[in-house]
Every structure is written in C-alpha cells, then in structure tokens.
C-alpha cells in the first residue's frame, strides 16, 4: 500500500534562509507527488505537484520540489524564506492502489509544520 | 467562483446527536472526498466519490455516511456522534482528468 513519510515534524529557519521539507513515499508504481501547504485556521491549498516528465517541478510562491525515484523522495525547497511561508505543510500520493484504482484519492503525510524567525 | 464551500464553519455537539456536515462544490468536478484531521495525524480519508451516484470508503469510514445525489453536493452524515468523531473535516473535489484535489475552508466539530 501507498504511504508518505514526512521525517520532520517541527521546522524553524531564519527568514532569508533557504528550506528544504523532506518527503518519502511508497508506492508500487509511478506516483503522482502533490505538496500542500496550509496557513492556520485555512484549508489547503495546492503549491505544486508531479505526474511525469521533468523531475524538477516549480509551484507557486516560488516553491520548487525534486523528484528521485532512487531514493523514493519528493522535497520541497525554497531558496529564500519569507515570514508569510509560516504555515504547515504536507506532502501527498496517489492512492490509486489503495482503492481499487479509483482514481483521485490521495495519502497524506502527517505535515511538516514551518516557523521563520525574524 | 466560489469553489467549495462547507457549512457550518464550526459546530459543537453532544454525543448521540445526529450531524451532517454539508459541501458543495461549484466546478463540475466528478470527484468529492471527505477528510478529518487530527493533530499529529495529518489528513485522513473517510469517504470518497468518483461520480454522482458512487460512493466508496476511504481509510477511517466507520460512523459517517455518504450520499452523492448529484454532482455539486456530498454531504456527511454522523448518525450519532461520539467524541472521537471531535475534528476538523475537510471537503475536496478533482476533475478526474488532472487528479489534483481543491479543498473546502473546512468545518471544526466538537463532540461532548
């Protein structure tokens, strides 16, 4: 089954300083890779995902990830951290194995929750 | 464009009730999924649907119900809630064919 490790429960960085949040999948097949991020108190909203192609992937508000299949992993990097990237954020899968290939359904990691000092 | 919307923002409710978290989505999208989530646990699936008509169960399905009249409406049903059912509850939608999932505003439930 699929499943999404997010090692990192509690991140601080300077704002200024570059970030990167780590993610780990399982996943039998291709996966299909999303990031979320999630301000307090708000739903989530979609920063930046990959289906295929090239594994370098830019989303919005200047967020970028990574796809390696090698080591099954997906970050999240940022070169410059601003105060407003205080947020949590998740990493997520396809489930598409789990529910007998119903597409859409997704796997959450547990987030990854960002602080930026001044 | 609205999106999703869900109603009520928030709700506190006494155990045994009867609540049904309502959502509504305005982008035609086939797909609708429920989601609760819980501090440290991250978002978990509960219900899903692929089409008006269809429903399926996600990973913690036990005590809420689904329905999918039409395309624009899932609403969860707890028949009669119980404290663990305390949580945040999310509502998404995906068009199919790009797989990606927007999310409702969310509705924070208490059970006492």
């Known amino acids: 089954a699929q499943s999404v490790t997010q090692p990192d429960i509690h991140i601080t960085v300077s704002e200024g300083a570059s970030l990167e949040l780590r993610c780990n999948y399982s996943?039998?097949?291709?996966?299909?890779l999303f990031w979320y991020v999630q301000s307090p108190g708000q739903g989530l909203q979609l920063l930046l995902k990959?289906?295929?192609?090239?594994?370098l992937v830019q989303g919005i508000k200047g967020f970028e990830a990574e796809f390696k299949r090698s080591q099954s992993s997906f970050n999240l990097r940022k070169p410059s951290v601003h105060w407003s990237d205080a947020a949590e954020y998740f990493c997520?899968?396809?489930?598409?194995?789990?529910?007998?290939?119903?597409?859409?359904?997704?796997?959450f990691g547990k987030g990854t929750k960002l602080s930026v000092k001044p | 464009i609205a999106g999703i919307t869900q109603a009520p923002t928030s709700q506190i409710l006494a155990a045994g009730r009867r609540m049904t978290l309502r959502c509504t989505q305005d982008?035609?999208?086939?797909?609708m999924y429920w989601y609760r989530q819980d501090l440290g646990l991250g978002l978990r699936l509960i219900h899903y649907?692929?089409?008006?008509?269809?429903?399926g169960k996600g990973e913690v399905p036990d005590g809420y119900s689904v329905s999918r009249a039409n395309t624009d409406d899932f609403p969860l049903t707890l028949a009669s809630a119980v404290p663990s059912q305390t949580s945040v509850y999310f509502c998404?939608?995906?068009?199919?064919?790009?797989?990606?999932?927007?999310f409702g505003p969310g509705t924070r439930l208490t059970v006492l």
């Open positions: 998404a939608s995906s068009d199919l064919l790009s797989d990606t999932q927007y």
């Open positions: 996943y039998g097949a291709t996966p299909y």
């Open positions: 990959y289906f295929s192609g090239d594994t």
């Open positions: 997520a899968v396809g489930a598409y194995l789990n529910y007998g290939g119903s597409q859409g359904n997704l796997i």
């Open positions: 982008m035609r999208h086939n797909a």
């Open positions: 649907s692929n089409t008006a008509g269809t429903t």
